[in-house]
T-cell receptor, first 113, second 115 residues
Framework: AQSVAQPEDQVNVAEGNPLTVKCTYS??????LFWYVQYPNRGLQFLLK??????LVKGSYGFEAEFNKSQTSFHLKKPSALVSDSALYFCAVRASGDYKLSFGAGTTVTVRA | GAVVSQHPSWVICKSGTSVKIECRSL??????MFWYRQFPKQSLMLMATSNEGSKATYEQGVEKDKFLINHASLTLSTLTVTSAHPEDSSFYIC???????????FGPGTRLTVT
């Protein structure tokens, strides 16, 4: 079985400050890891993924994430948050060779001006 | 990136009627499509997985006779909510995956309200 934990329901930061959204995972075999962002009443937008290779992955809108195998983590980061980054963020995992994605519960990010 | 559309984007129907939601992959062939349900401020719950030309595989607890899924072509999957009830009101999201892709491409979602 595979699962994702996002330990924080909510993250609040001031604009211009660093933003971190935490994610840990459990999966059999090699993990494929993803971050998605969702704005109200919209579908999911892809931010970035880790499949293999460099542990630091850079994605859309200035986001990046670091794959840490020993800690089974894939935290999402942005050096300088914008008010427009306020949204719901989902971490997801699947095992290589499987199409099914398992999602975390989501973290609501609020960036205040 | 690959684009997935859903139609309608929102629908209101009366209790007891059926509603069909379409999911189309616009610029790629989706060999596998997924249907999710999302309640307000909650995560996505996978309802079923469908492969083109074969029957859908439903997740535990999802009524296959209530949520009919058809994946007749590599670019179209439909979800029909039969005899809808107010508790079926939700946000339904589809996604598609190509043969060579590691990721799923998500549609914009359909808001269903049953009155």
């Amino acid at each position: 079985a595979q699962s994702v934990a996002q330990p924080e329901d909510q993250v609040n930061v001031a604009e211009g400050n660093p933003l971190t959204v935490k994610c840990t995972y459990s999966v059999s075999g090699n993990p494929y890891l993803f971050w998605y962002v969702q704005y109200p009443n919209r579908g999911l937008q892809f931010l970035l993924k880790y499949i293999t290779g460099d542990n630091l992955v850079k994605g859309s809108y200035g986001f990046e994430a670091e794959f840490n195998k020993s800690q089974t983590s894939f935290h999402l980061k942005k050096p300088s948050a914008l008010v427009s980054d306020s949204a719901l963020y989902f971490c997801a995992v699947r095992a290589s060779g499987d199409y099914k994605l398992s999602f975390g519960a989501g973290t609501t990010v609020t960036v205040r001006a | 990136g690959a684009v997935v559309s859903q139609h309608p984007s929102w629908v209101i129907c009366k209790s007891g009627t059926s509603v069909k939601i379409e999911c189309r992959s616009l610029d790629f062939q989706a060999t596998t499509m997924f249907w999710y349900r999302q309640f307000p401020k909650q995560s996505l719950m996978l309802m079923a997985t469908s492969n083109e030309g074969s029957k859908a595989t439903y997740e535990q607890g999802v009524e296959k006779d209530k949520f009919l899924i058809n994946h007749a072509s590599l670019t179209l999957s439909t979800l029909t909510v039969t005899s809808a009830h107010p508790e079926d009101s939700s946000f339904y999201i589809c996604s598609g995956g190509g043969r060579e892709s590691h990721e799923q491409y998500f549609g914009p979602g359909t808001r269903l309200t049953v009155t």
